[in-house]
């Protein structure tokens, strides 16, 4: 029988199976959900799914930001097929055959001079697959466009885009980009394979990293974010999901679906709408504003808070509700949730999460000097609790206060 795996989210590798019988199932944050998703951009109760003699389907329960079957939001009960993937705020979910046996239903297929083996994912746009490029013997990914996307230019028109701005870059910590392709029909994207799995499943359900790791994770990103300053692209979604690992542990920069060249002005604008994840995106990309790499950076630094204390700093309702915390609300300082940490990890969570771009880390570089200086302190034993100066705790939480107390909530135009 059928079954619902989620694929990306705190819950990867969960399945809801379906019985014989009819039955109905209920997904959603709550408790008594049948599926309990911990992704606070879902509904308490989000969605059903249903089994009546042989068919399937699935009916939104009123959620606050939706549920999308094969990237379409729906508005009714929709009738589900093998295949499917259902995406519910930062979750996806496939509906896979038993006999599928979690490798995928192009496992096997020759595809553009590729031979598909198992299946190693599944995003919003598609599917990945580990796979042989025949011709050379070498190990790759291969990500495939949905079919249900392909009708729809707009989203042909994104995954050549991100294979572009993929291309362009050339870097040790950036995942590497071999061909983009097409066949009867069928778009996909050649990469290097990596198979640590991604930052997002060291994680998961609320883990934190240790201190030196995360650091050295961070630190890692920062040079990808560098090299992407000087091809002048701002990714425009950095979070643990998009922060890959090889199998000795170094990062790989992944998935430029959303990716912005900078024009000559240094900006990328958003005039096609705002795109992202909301937990982990800059003030004025929530606003809808022009953006630079300093919106990475953010980004960034919300991931290495993330790292560190086991959750991120912006939670609500709905994503709205998210993003107008992304604008006017402070984090709580990391010296409260984590306070045995280098003094320089502070400093640098500090600067990362200020609202406006003009007072973070104005590029990379500078980034990475202090992150290596916090490697060192790690690796030394250093605490907060043992340092006074620019870089402490106390004048840290000095500085949080002041910004709070000169935020004012006020009207902005063109948030969502």
Do not use: W
Request: hydrophobic content about 35%; glycine content about 10%.
């Amino acid at each position: 029988m059928p079954r619902l795996v989620v694929e990306r989210g705190n819950e990867k590798g969960v399945s809801l199976h379906f019985e014989a019988k009819d039955v109905t199932y209920i997904v959603g944050r709550s408790n008594t959900c049948d599926l309990v998703l911990t992704d606070f951009l879902v509904s308490r109760q989000q969605f059903k799914a249903e089994k009546k003699k042989d068919l399937f389907s699935v009916t939104d329960l009123g959620s606050h930001n939706g549920t999308f079957v094969n990237g379409v939001k729906i508005e009714k009960e929709t009738m589900l097929c093998v295949g499917d993937t259902i995406r519910v705020g930062e979750t996806l979910m496939t509906f896979a055959d038993e006999s599928d046996k979690h490798e995928g239903f192009l496992a096997g297929q020759k595809i553009g001079g590729y031979h598909l083996h198992a299946r190693v994912g599944v995003g919003g746009m598609g599917e990945v697959y580990k796979a042989t490029q025949t011709a050379l013997g070498r190990q790759v990914a291969l990500k495939v466009l949905s079919p249900e996307l392909i009708r729809d230019r707009s989203f042909v028109e994104r995954f050549l885009s991100e294979a572009r701005a993929a291309g362009k870059l050339n870097h040790p910590n950036v995942i590497g980009v071999h061909e983009v392709g097409e066949e009867n029909g069928v778009y996909y994207l050649s990469m290097e394979f990596v198979g640590g799995g991604s930052v997002q499943d060291l994680i998961s359900r609320g883990r934190k990293l240790d201190p030196l790791r995360a650091t050295e994770i961070v630190l890692m990103a920062s040079k990808a974010l560098e090299y992407a300053e000087k091809v002048k692209i701002v990714h425009c979604d950095i979070k643990p999901d998009n922060l890959m690992l090889t199998e000795a542990g170094e990062v790989r920069l992944a998935d430029l679906g959303i990716a912005k060249s900078l024009n000559d002005k240094g900006k990328a604008d958003q005039t096609e709408g705002v795109f992202g994840s909301p937990h982990y995106m800059a003030p004025e990309q929530a606003r809808g504003l022009a953006l630079d790499n300093r919106a990475d950076l953010y980004s960034l630094g919300i991931t290495y808070y993330r790292m560190l204390c086991g959750k991120v700093p912006f939670t609500g309702k709905d994503a709205k509700e998210i993003m107008e915390k992304q604008v006017f609300t402070e984090p709580v300082p990391m010296q409260k949730l984590e306070p045995t940490l280098a003094p320089t990890i502070y400093h640098i969570l500090d600067r990362l999460l200020r609202k406006k771009p003009g007072e973070r880390y104005q590029n990379a570089a500078s980034l990475i000097k202090d992150l290596q200086k916090a490697v060192d302190e790690t690796k030394a034993g250093v605490s907060g609790h043992e340092t006074t100066g620019p870089h402490s705790p106390s004048k840290a939480l000095s500085n949080v206060s002041g910004r709070r107390r000169r935020t004012r909530r006020r009207f902005f135009r063109g948030l969502f």
